[in-house]
């Protein structure tokens, strides 16, 4: 049963910077495609940003495209979500899962294995 485990969230001004990395238990990064998620109060999970098996393809929601850049290092079975330029409508917990497909529609994402705790990203204004 792989679990993952999110961590780099936290309280950035908007403008700033964060970056998120996701690990998993039993999960490596070099034969799954990965995807980050995130879920804002009173919203439904949506997808972020996915990245292939291959490191070679990556694919993002419209709104945060040109900001936030997916990338992953096999020798340590980290994904990472680079996120710049933040703004406040970023605020969600972000999480991370192995995906069925990438590159893909956001809306088409799914989720391969279970959701861990997720990351609170928090962008004050």
């Known amino acids: 049963q792989v679990q993952v485990v999110e961590s780099g969230g936290g309280l950035v001004q908007a403008g700033g910077s964060l970056t998120l990395s996701c690990t998993g238990s039993?999960?490596?990064?070099?034969?799954?495609?990965m995807g980050w998620f995130r879920q804002a109060p009173a919203n439904e999970r949506e997808g972020v940003s996915c990245?292939?098996?291959?490191?070679?393809?990556?694919a993002y929601a419209d709104s945060v495209k040109g900001r936030f850049t997916i990338s992953t290092d096999n020798s340590k079975n980290t994904l990472y979500l680079q996120m710049n330029s933040l703004k406040p409508e970023d605020t969600a917990m972000y999480y991370c899962?192995?995906?069925?497909?990438?590159?893909?529609?956001?809306?088409?994402?799914?989720?391969?294995?279970?959701w861990g705790q997720g990351t609170q990203v928090t962008v004050s204004s």
């Open positions: 899962a192995a995906v069925a497909m990438c590159p893909t529609t956001m809306p088409d994402m799914r989720a391969r294995t279970n």
């Open positions: 039993g999960l490596r990064t070099d034969l799954n495609n």
């Open positions: 990245i292939d098996w291959r490191g070679r393809n990556t």
